[in-house]
């Protein structure tokens, strides 16, 4: 995979993975609200991601920058 790709999907994964067994350990398992609330925060991650790849990888400005507009356009 290409390096701006690993850093939208690494943080996701990962965010995924310990909130799957911190849920599992405190609950017992997964509830409507614990699924929702790991999709928010994992998608803030990927946003973040977004930008962490156009500051860490500049030739790929032109791309995070068009995902941003598409989604909070002007």
Do not use: C, H, M, N
């Not at 850093?7 to 599992?24: D, T």
Request: proline share 5%; no cysteine.
């Amino acid at each position: 995979l290409a390096p701006i790709y690993l850093s939208l999907l690494l943080p996701v994964l990962l965010v995924q993975w310990f909130a799957g067994r911190y849920l599992l350990r405190r609950l017992g398992g997964y509830t409507g609200d614990s699924l929702g609330a790991t999709q928010q925060v994992t998608e803030v991650l990927l946003y973040l991601g977004v930008l962490a790849g156009a500051a860490y990888f500049p030739q790929t400005y032109k791309f995070a920058d068009s995902i941003l507009y598409l989604l909070w356009p002007a």
